[in-house]
């Protein structure tokens, strides 16, 4: 017969932490509009710099998204059920410095020996352009992963194993880019009893599927 009394191994036992620091690596905010040209001495000159200042700048006019959508009513309640069995539903937010630009759900739960970790984050750049670059970077340092086709404007997916204290524990994450908004999903588990960690196929799926329904959610914000 199962039990949950065990004691975790360390890396597992800080997942469980309700506080999480989330950062992604190379993630950056491109720079503010233009400044405008200042003034010249004459009239053609003049008018020429009004027309460039008045002009709207290619970061304001390509920053499709102004601010992060709720992330924890991003995946659906039978998702997270199906995903997470025994987490609750409504899941718990992380604290952000800033929440129009950062902002991610966590979902956890230990269920009998098998454990399940879920996180959704959207990230906001200034433009599509710094949020291409961001997702180029991440996606160069998190090699050895796939495309993920047809969501967002580009996607891409990565499992590892990894083992502690001879504990197996699968993680895959999802990046998304729709416009300026970067979206990642993690997703990953373990099984205390058997020591080992759910297959790549189930991570992996899980994971692409709780990304696409957090990017449904933005571009359904964007119509509406």
Same mark, same amino acid.
């Given at each position: 017969?199962?039990?949950? @009394?065990?004691?975790?191994?360390? #890396? ?8 999480? %620091?989330?950062?992604?690596?190379? +993630? #950056? ?6 400044? &405008? &040209? ?7 000159? !003049?008018?020429?710099?009004? !027309?460039?200042?008045?002009?709207? @700048? ?11 959508? #709720? ?23 992380? &604290? ?10 966590? +979902? ?8 399940? +970790? ?17 997702? !180029? ?7 050895? =992963?796939?495309?993920?086709?047809? %969501? ?14 001879? !504990? ?9 880019? *729709? ?5 990642? %999903? ?10 080992? &960690?759910? @297959? ?5 799926? =899980? ?9 449904? *959610? ?7």
């Amino acid at each position: 017969m199962r039990s949950s @009394s065990l004691p975790l191994p360390l #890396a597992l036992t800080a997942r469980l932490s309700p506080v999480i %620091v989330l950062a992604a690596a190379g +993630w #950056a905010l491109s720079s503010g509009p233009f400044a &405008a &040209a200042p003034a010249a001495e004459h009239k053609d000159e !003049q008018k020429t710099a009004t !027309q460039s200042a008045s002009a709207p @700048s290619t970061s304001a006019a390509s920053k499709t998204y102004a601010a992060a959508p #709720a992330p924890c009513t991003s995946v659906a309640k039978k998702t997270i059920t199906s995903l997470v069995p025994g987490a609750r539903t409504a899941g718990k937010e992380i &604290a952000s410095t800033d929440a129009k630009v950062r902002r991610t759900c966590s +979902w956890n739960a230990l269920k009998g020996y098998d454990y399940r +970790w879920l996180d959704v984050s959207y990230e906001v750049t200034e433009s599509d352009e710094a949020a291409r670059q961001s997702y !180029q970077e991440t996606v160069t340092e998190k090699s050895g =992963g796939g495309d993920v086709p047809g %969501v967002g404007d580009s996607g891409y997916s990565v499992v590892n194993l990894t083992t502690q204290d001879k !504990q197996q524990t699968r993680e895959g994450v999802v990046l998304v880019r *729709v416009s300026n908004v970067l979206v990642t %999903v993690t997703y990953n588990g373990s099984d205390f009893e058997t020591k080992k &960690a759910p @297959s790549t196929d189930v991570i992996n799926k =899980g994971a692409i599927k709780a990304a696409k329904e957090a990017v449904a *959610v933005l571009e359904d914000g964007r119509k509406s």
